[in-house]
């Protein structure tokens, strides 16, 4: 099984309405992240989590909010999904053990906001 | 502000071939960490190799190894013997250790390996 595992892999949805993306991660990380992909981009962060109990915005993260439900499961929603909001989202994790932090994706969920 | 540069948007070699993509970052901080993800076509972002900037030894992972040099504030990944499961993305990223998790990626290379 993936350790870190995105629902839905594809999702397509009207302005307007609310959605949300869930990743879940089974490698025990306290830490985890949401990423946009947007074409010719690399990744952008949008909110990342240290722990259930910490939040914290990255750089986009205008029109998203998150919800970090236990230590293995982040969700992202979009309260109200714009068509500039179609893209390729990611989740990560990672461990600081060993002092050097690596970052393990997802495999990631295509939007497509019409 | 950090920022990460990958100068060839595409690349294409031949199989069995060696072929080396370019990174560049702008940083003031003498410790960081470097990193090079690899995207194949479905569209899963897998680590290739990482490096400490505080380490002088260039990370080697099988056929992937790395040519940093911290002075000129470069990031090279050269892939040997390349394999035609080798086509995707690449990116650099860069992070630092104080203001960690967060991963501040280059635009990407596209390789393509031909048979």
């Known amino acids: 099984d993936a350790d870190v595992t995105q629902t839905p892999r594809n999702r397509i949805t009207k302005t307007g309405k609310r959605i949300m993306l869930e990743c879940s991660q089974t490698?025990?990380?306290?830490?985890m992240y949401w990423y946009r992909q947007d074409p010719g981009l690399g990744l952008r962060l949008i909110y990342y989590?240290?722990?259930?109990?910490?939040?914290n915005k990255g750089e986009i993260s205008d029109g998203y909010s998150v919800s970090r439900q236990a230590q293995a499961k982040f969700s992202l929603s979009l309260e109200s999904a714009i068509p500039n909001q179609t893209a390729l989202y990611f989740c990560a994790t990672s461990d600081t053990t060993g002092g050097l932090e690596t970052q393990y994706f997802g495999p990631g969920t295509r939007l497509l906001v019409l | 502000a950090q920022t990460v540069t990958q100068s060839q948007p595409e690349m294409s070699v031949q199989e069995a071939e060696t072929v080396t993509l370019s990174c560049t970052y702008d940083?003031?901080?003498?410790?960081?960490?470097l990193f090079w993800y690899k995207q194949p076509p479905s569209r899963q972002m897998i680590l290739v190799i990482r490096?400490?900037?505080?380490?002088?030894q260039n990370a080697t992972e099988n056929r992937f190894s790395v040519n940093f040099q911290k002075a000129a504030k470069s990031f090279s990944l050269k892939i040997s013997d390349s394999q035609l499961g080798d086509t995707a993305m690449y990116f650099c990223?860069?992070?630092?250790?104080?203001?960690?998790?967060?991963?501040?990626f280059g635009q990407g290379t596209t390789l393509q390996v031909k048979p």
């Open positions: 940083t003031s901080e003498s410790n960081y960490y």
């Open positions: 490698k025990g990380h306290d830490r």
């Open positions: 990223a860069f992070m630092k250790p104080v203001a960690a998790g967060k991963l501040i």
């Open positions: 989590s240290f722990d259930v109990k910490d939040i």
């Open positions: 490096q400490e900037a505080y380490k002088q």
